[in-house]
């Protein structure tokens, strides 16, 4: 059951042709990017990949595609199956265990949300009761699905009650919290950092391994980061930081949902995805010009790689 998870883990975007439909057969090209770049692994059909945005077919059509093409390739491949209800999230559940994926990862519901820790470790219990053979790990992103219990807390209502729970996918800036709960039970937990434009943050209170959307197109800089802060090289690894903080200032210029409203930076490098799906707006042809002139401005395509 506890699979080791290490290194930078891509949350990738879905690819969508212009009609808006499902464009599968560019996601091999996609894992073979990520590998140039050093991406361990993939947390498919998340916030990043518009996974509330697809039905439960399209959802396990892309799940099946990136099992299909990363087996292998990929050390990690991780299903988040979360949905706005049950049934949907335990139908996810059963397919990924069944197409063979390293694990599953799921949000709460958000209308209606959990009222109390026990009802979330209630409802998480029921989507690992399904699949008890595959591991677990909870989606925590408050500032997204506004469940905000503190989650040492819930590892301790969790750790009876969820036998195959084995981390959290913690995306949210609490470094408090998120230290606590890399120290709970010596360490039981296996906590994964999700604010990408904060993981010097997170490696400094204890962190191995983070899942992030910006490491679809910019790993390189984050592994430069975390070789240079283990080898103590502090400036080394600030600079490399703020790299990551002038692309993230970038995406959230262009409003909350930039960071998928920006997947054209993706098909830049040579990998198009498309635009996304509504509501969420794609970028005009003047957005992405300056898109285009932002990244310059920085260097990006110079330190990207």
């Keep these: 059951m506890m699979k080791e998870f290490e290194g930078l883990i891509a949350a990738p975007y879905t690819p969508f042709d212009q009609n808006g439909d499902l464009k599968l057969d560019v996601i091999s090209k996609y894992i073979q990017l990520l590998l140039d770049q050093g991406v361990q692994g993939v947390w498919v059909c998340g916030a990043t990949g518009e996974g509330m945005s697809l039905t439960v077919e ?8 990136w099992v299909y093409e990363g087996k292998g390739r990929l050390k990690h491949i991780i299903i988040n199956v979360g949905t706005g209800n049950l ?5 996810l559940a059963n ?8 694990a599953i990862g799921s949000t709460p519901t958000v209308y209606p949300r959990p009222v109390s820790i026990d009802n979330l470790v209630q409802y998480l219990s029921e989507v ?9 790990l909870y989606y925590h992103a408050p500032g997204a699905t506004n469940v905000t219990f503190p989650m040492e807390e819930f590892l301790v209502a969790a750790s009876e009650k969820i036998p195959s729970l084995v981390g959290i996918k913690y995306s949210s800036p609490d470094l408090f919290d998120f230290s ?11 906590m994964m950092w999700g604010a990408d434009e904060l993981l010097i943050g997170a490696y400094s209170v204890g962190a191995r391994t983070a899942i992030g959307s910006t490491y679809n197109y910019m790993a390189p800089v984050y592994a430069r980061m975390i070789t240079a ?6 400036e080394t690894a600030r600079k490399e930081m703020d790299r990551s903080q002038a692309l993230v200032k970038i995406l959230f210029k262009f409003g909350g949902d930039g960071v998928i409203r920006c997947k054209s930076v993706l098909s830049m490098l040579g990998v ?3 635009p996304p799906r509504l509501p969420i707006m794609p970028l005009d042809d003047t957005e992405l010009d300056a898109l285009r ?10 330190w990207h790689k």
């Design 58 to 65: 399209e959802r396990k059509a892309v799940a099946s595609a």
């Design 87 to 91: 049934r949907d999230t335990q139908e």
């Design 95 to 102: 397919h990924a265990a069944a197409i063979g994926a390293d």
């Design 128 to 136: 690992g009761r399904v699949v008890p053979d595959t591991p677990l």
């Design 180 to 190: 606590r709960c890399l120290r709970y039970k010596n360490g039981k937990y296996q």
């Design 229 to 234: 802060f283990k080898q103590g090289k502090m």
């Design 272 to 274: 198009d995805v498309g």
């Design 293 to 302: 002139r932002d990244l310059g401005g920085i260097g990006f395509f110079q």
